[in-house]
């Protein structure tokens, strides 16, 4: 017959002690096993890593001309409006092109040249028309500056615009560059002095005039 005489408190220590040690075997070849079969796959990740930094590094530049094709691009639009625009204005805009004339007139005469009504009428031609002889001749006769090419551009033109202006200028010579300066622009093949007069403003002499350009689109 065996007695164990040992106190139960010393035996269920060494019960727990025997189920650690066993357990602690069976975990620690775990954690090794796992160890073994991750240590691959994170040097295979560091591996992906540093080859993904390669190919970043070397497209690097291809991303910074795709940036610079972009922002030279966005700059060729803009340009490209703005020509439009000044297009718009200086050519497409006949109006705009008129003002800009009177502006240039204007200041070739030192400002000495104010107008101060504009009229603009555009017709068909007159020299398309069957009366054109009558309309000629019902004209009131008045001092015409017609320049070299004047029947060239009627020929080849088909619409006419009349531009009437009236103003005033401190001297008589003041008209005579403004109307040089229509004339020299030719935007208007024949300009007419059509009338002249002086009067006194606030005790100033000035000369009245009135004018009509004539021009063909």
């Given amino acids: 017959m065996h007695v164990n005489l040992l106190p139960k408190s010393f035996l269920w220590r060494r019960a727990i002690r025997l189920r650690v040690r066993r357990w602690g075997f069976f975990y620690g070849a775990l954690a090794i096993a796992l160890l073994c079969w991750k240590v691959p ?14 190919i970043h590094a070397a497209t690097n530049h291809i991303r910074n001309m795709q940036a610079e094709r972009i922002s030279l691009a966005k700059e060729v639009m803009s340009f490209e409006h703005k020509v439009g625009q000044l297009k718009q204005a200086t050519t497409n805009d006949q109006t705009t092109s008129i003002l800009g004339i009177l502006a240039n007139g204007v200041l070739a005469t030192e400002r000495e040249v104010q107008i101060q009504e504009m009229q603009v009428l555009v017709s068909p031609d007159v020299n398309d028309s069957p009366n054109s002889m009558d309309v000629a001749a019902s004209r009131p006769r008045t001092k015409k500056f017609v320049s ?32 040089n300066s229509l ?23 000035v000369h009245e005039f009135q004018l009509e350009c004539i021009g063909y689109e």
């Avoid at 796959?41 to 540093?50: D, F």
């Avoid at 004339?183 to 002499?205: D, H, M, Y």
């Fill in 41 to 54: 796959l994170i040097l295979r990740w560091n591996s992906h890593q540093n080859q993904l930094q390669e």
């Fill in 148 to 179: 070299a090419d004047s029947k060239s551009s009627e020929q080849s033109q088909r619409n006419e615009y009349r531009l009437t202006l009236r103003g005033v200028a401190t001297k008589s010579e003041a008209i005579t560059a403004f109307v």
């Fill in 183 to 205: 004339q020299g622009s030719k935007a208007f093949p024949i300009v007419e002095l059509r009338s002249t007069q002086e009067r006194l403003v606030s005790n100033q002499s």
